[in-house]
């Protein structure tokens, strides 16, 4: 059966086994030292998290490979319109959204979570949207400081700060300058573009992917190859 999320058409539904539906305080997951941890690195994470608009959705990969990853896509669309509504509202720009992967391994997760926020940061850029992604064990620096160790594979959806997230960016400058210039008018992301996953990774695919060679979880496996 095909149904519709955010304007994206699917027919894989199942791929991702719901484990725990949205929540504030996650319990099939132990995240609570990871955030106070993350919160001396995001000045945002701490309040966004005490007003409960901190939000999280545990998935577990109960399908093939592609399947699964039409579903984090979808996953990401529902996260995102979720999140256009709320912004207007007091706080708004504190929402945040995060996509929990379980089953399978780490590198399973650097797969699925390849493409699909490569095709959301190009959808919902423009209207304000930051995805990122985190797989369980990612060791990472930023400007020499340690960031903490993820204890679970993850994708966040949030609002953009935008005289900030460009410089996560900088390897895609058109990116970084819809995102600096982004207001959401309301607009459908996929309007002009067709609205199955298989045909929007084929257009995500034809959009540039920087060359990062000593860091291969930035860029889509599937590019690598080619």
């Not at 319109?81 to 720009?93: D, N, S």
Request: charged share 20%; with cysteine.
């Amino acid at each position: 059966m095909t149904t519709a999320v955010g304007g994206a058409s699917r027919s894989t539904a199942g791929a991702l086994r719901l484990v725990e539906g949205r929540t504030t305080e996650p319990q099939t997951v132990d995240i609570t030292d990871y955030l106070r941890a993350m919160a001396a690195h995001c000045p945002y994470l701490a309040p966004s998290a005490s007003r409960g608009l901190t939000g999280w959705t545990v998935y577990e990969i109960a399908g093939n490979a592609q399947a699964a990853e039409a579903e984090v896509f979808h996953a990401g669309v529902q996260a995102a319109e979720w999140i256009r509504v709320l912004t207007t509202r007091p706080h708004g720009a504190l929402v945040c959204e995060n996509i929990v992967l379980l089953g399978g391994d780490s590198a399973a997760h650097r797969e699925l979570m390849a493409w699909p926020p490569w095709a959301l940061k190009h959808l919902y850029g423009p209207v304000g949207l930051m995805f990122g992604k985190f797989w369980a064990g990612e060791e990472h620096t930023d400007r020499g400081r340690h960031i903490p160790v993820p204890p679970v594979s993850f994708l966040p959806v949030r609002c953009a700060v935008r005289p900030v997230d460009p410089r996560f960016l900088e390897d895609t400058p058109d990116l970084a300058h819809s995102l600096a210039s982004a207001v959401d008018d309301g607009r459908d992301v996929f309007r002009g573009l067709p609205c199955d996953w298989k045909a929007v990774k084929q257009w995500a695919s034809s959009l540039f992917v920087p060359q990062r060679p000593a860091s291969p979880p930035k860029q889509p496996a599937a590019r690598r190859s080619s």
